[in-house]
């Protein structure tokens, strides 16, 4: 039998995500303490750090970050493979096909707050469907649209609000899908 040894040498852009991903790992845990009026409500605070990433790097890093939370997460709060954790992923995975659209919209018209708007309706839509297909099998967890609907425009929009900030404070230009990515 060979002995073999794979060495893998992380390059800049490896480090970046790894970074990025554990701001948004800590930022889920902070949110997890926090005690919500409604289960499944939850502010998104790890979005934050996928919109930064998002604006700044592209889609692809934040993918990156966004699942890595996502699974990270829910290990260190012992959901891997519970219903919550689906949960989650199904979101994240919807949120993260409304970036990827949102990242094609005009900038003239469409930013930060525009796109985690997206990913926000996008998140509880795909976590209610999956609620609906998997977890409830009635029509009445739809009932609950209005309420989810009214979080994701309060807390999209906040996130949001924060993301454009944080960027204007760091000089971020927009990454437009011409434009070659900053380091």
Known sequence: MTRSVIELKPDASDLRVARFACAAIVLSLAEAAIPLPLPGVKPGLGNIVVLIVLWRWGWRDAAWVALLRVFVASLLLGQFLAPGFFLGLSGGLASLLALGGAMHLPRRWFGPVTASLCAAFAHIGAQLVVARLWLV????????????????????TVNGLVAARMLCELDVRPLTPDAPAAD
């Open 137 to 156: 099998p009635h029509d009445g967890v739809f009932a609950l649209a209005p309420i989810f609907a009214l979080a994701a425009l309060v807390f999209g």
